[in-house]
Nanobody, 123 residues
């Protein structure tokens, strides 16, 4: 298990940008693939992006591809989600997650979760 804490959420207007950060505890961060998920009101938790141990492989949901970028800094035990050209439909609680294995789009396969950070995009 790895402990995760998200930060960087907030209220922005459509077209604006935000960068979310996820700080991990311990010194095993580089052994985990990481992912970002989100959950909007009345919706199921949705895959957003994932990144491999080394950062060499990334995958994005179609809804965010071209707008969002996931990255990681293993020296800082931190994963980031740069969100550009935000849309009202991006409004959700964003969760950072860790998986001891390869990247995955399925939330049930992840081992650890942060508490979430709220992102609200107004029109």
């Amino acid at each position: 298990q790895v402990q995760l804490v998200e930060s960087g959420g907030g209220l922005v207007q459509a077209g604006d940008s935000l960068r979310l950060s996820c700080a991990a505890s311990g010194h095993t961060f580089s052994s985990y693939a990481m992912g970002w998920f989100r959950q909007a009101p009345g919706k199921e938790r949705e895959f957003v992006a994932t990144i491999s141990w080394s950062g060499g492989t990334t995958y994005y949901a179609d809804s965010v591809k071209g707008r969002f970028t996931i990255s990681r800094d293993n020296a800082k035990n931190t994963v980031y989600l740069q969100m550009n050209s935000l849309k009202p439909e991006d409004t959700a609680v964003y969760y950072c997650a860790a998986i001891r294995g390869i990247t995955s789009t399925f939330s049930r396969e992840y081992d650890s979760w942060g508490q979430g950070t709220q992102v609200t995009v107004s029109s």
